[in-house]
């Protein structure tokens, strides 16, 4: 079978659902649809860290390393919380989409896809590579990690958007954005925190009616490999034309995060915030709603950095006394939003300093 959008058949002997962490039983199924020969034996490893879906790596003899992965319709959190695993499919159309988009190598390739069995296979990021979310929790702040971090979703942006039609077309639905983000992160968090119900209420609204660029939906530093010093993208589940802003206020909330956090690394954190949006804002020069996408990503910041320590995700770093401080924080910002980015990662180093 050849890595080129090839779709996987569902072998006829499955009496139970297939579950890939079952290595046996996708062994099994992957020798049945033609994607390993009879009689070979992969290694098989569940890769950890995801709530939404299921992702086994496979090391064969017989092919390059791929990775398995598959959707899951109730999410591995505490709270409830659900999605329709069809979102996988419009995974595979964003890996095929953002890789015309993006520098080379830097989204991995589409190796199949089983509608029947809500499952794709992608190449697998080579050894050795590391995680960027824990490169930062570590606190290694590499500026040029930064640097393409900004540039790669400067090129999603700023291409998509000049390439319309095509998105819309592509990308239209944002059904799994709003199962997978304004849910549990927006709604969610207005009804734990009333004070914000009002701006939450504003900015979903805004949100909603804002179509131009792709928005990747999940553009953080925990889906992000980093193999010989290059930036690798992964989970483009929730990918959909709307308001790309949402992707800029999300990333930055995960660095201004991880400057409350590790203490000891807080000033290259907070540089690293700073020459994030401004390199981010650089590559969007000329394009017509980049100054109306500032203003609204700043808002975006402000409701992820609340939804992260109160929605259905908290992140899962932050010690008690850190997740009520940047719930204050946040909310007294909601009241009177920075006009600009630069701003607002200022406003939110000096509220640091006084605690």
């Not at 590579?129 to 590499?142: P, R, S």
């Not at 734990?192 to 805004?206: K, R, S």
């Not at 660029?213 to 034309?241: C, M, Q, W």
Request: charge should be negative; proline fraction near 5%; aromatic fraction near 8%.
């Amino acid at each position: 079978m050849s890595d080129s959008n090839a779709k996987a058949g569902s072998p006829g002997n499955c009496e139970r659902p297939l579950d890939i962490e079952r290595h046996q039983d996708l062994l099994a199924y992957l020798r049945g649809a033609g994607i390993l020969p009879p009689g070979d034996e992969p290694v098989m490893r569940t890769l950890a860290g995801g709530v939404s879906n299921r992702t086994v790596l496979v090391t064969s003899a017989a092919r390059p390393a791929f990775v398995v992965k598959q959707a899951l319709g109730k999410l591995r959190v505490a709270a409830e919380w659900y999605a329709d695993p069809e979102r996988i499919h419009r995974e595979a159309r964003a890996m095929e989409y953002l890789g015309a988009l993006a520098p080379e190598g830097a989204i991995t390739r589409l190796v199949f896809e089983d509608r029947a069995q809500r499952l794709i296979g992608m190449t697998a990021v080579p050894e050795p590579h590391e995680n960027w979310k824990e490169m930062l929790l570590a606190g290694h702040v590499d500026p040029d990690h930064v640097r393409q971090f900004a540039e790669l979703l400067g090129a999603i942006h700023a291409r998509s958007g000049a390439d319309a039609v095509l998105a819309r077309g592509e990308f239209a639905g944002c059904e799994y954005f709003e199962s997978l983000r304004l849910e549990p992160y927006y709604r969610y968090s207005a009804r734990q925190v009333p004070d914000a119900a009002a701006f939450y209420a504003g900015l979903i609204e805004e949100t909603l009616a804002t179509r131009v660029a792709i928005t990747h939906g999940d553009y953080s530093p925990k889906n992000i490999l980093i193999h010989g010093g290059r930036l690798v993208l992964l989970d483009h589940e929730v990918a959909h034309f709307g308001d790309p802003a949402f992707d800029v206020g999300f990333s930055l909330t995960h660095l201004l995060s991880k400057a409350l956090h590790v203490t000891a690394h807080r000033g290259e954190m907070l540089e690293a915030a700073r020459a994030y949006v401004a390199r981010y804002l650089a590559c969007l020069q000329g394009v017509s709603w980049r100054e109306a996408l500032e203003q609204r990503a700043v808002r975006h910041a402000l409701g992820c950095l609340l939804a992260r320590v109160a929605g259905r995700s908290p992140l899962e770093y932050l010690t008690p006394g850190e997740r009520r401080a940047q719930a204050e924080i946040a909310l007294a910002l909601m009241a009177r939003p920075p006009a600009r980015l630069g701003e607002l990662v200022g406003v939110f180093a000096e509220e640091l300093s006084c605690r």
